[in-house]
């Protein structure tokens, strides 16, 4: 079964599917709201993530070292990403995503 990559408005969705429309029913089922943007069929039948791309290829855990910070910063958000920002060199903007979803997902 072929490997399809579709990208909506506000997810990118990997799904095994037999076809280009079972794969756009996969994405329609679970956010029926969201416009197709792109469908894609991989060449092959595995996905690989680029961690520099997302660039989170850096020494050390991210989602560790954010944990660690909230938790110096007792759950404060603004003292964690400055401890995150402190720790990591990260700027505002990468602390702040990174001490917020590992808010998000209960640290």
């Not at 089922?29 to 997302?54: C, H, N, Q």
Request: with cysteine.
């Amino acid at each position: 079964m072929p490997l399809f990559e579709v990208e909506t408005e506000s997810h990118i969705i990997i799904t095994w599917a037999n076809d280009q429309d079972a794969a756009a029913d996969v994405v329609h089922d679970a956010y029926p709201g969201e416009k197709v943007m792109r469908l894609t069929k991989r060449p092959r039948d595995t996905w690989v993530i680029s961690k520099t791309a997302l660039g989170i290829a850096r020494l050390g855990d991210p989602c560790n070292t954010a944990r660690d910070c909230l938790a110096k910063a007792a759950g404060d958000k603004v003292h964690a990403i400055r401890l995150y920002m402190h720790e990591t060199g990260s700027d505002l903007e990468r602390a702040r995503k990174v001490i917020e979803s590992n808010m998000v997902m209960g640290w």
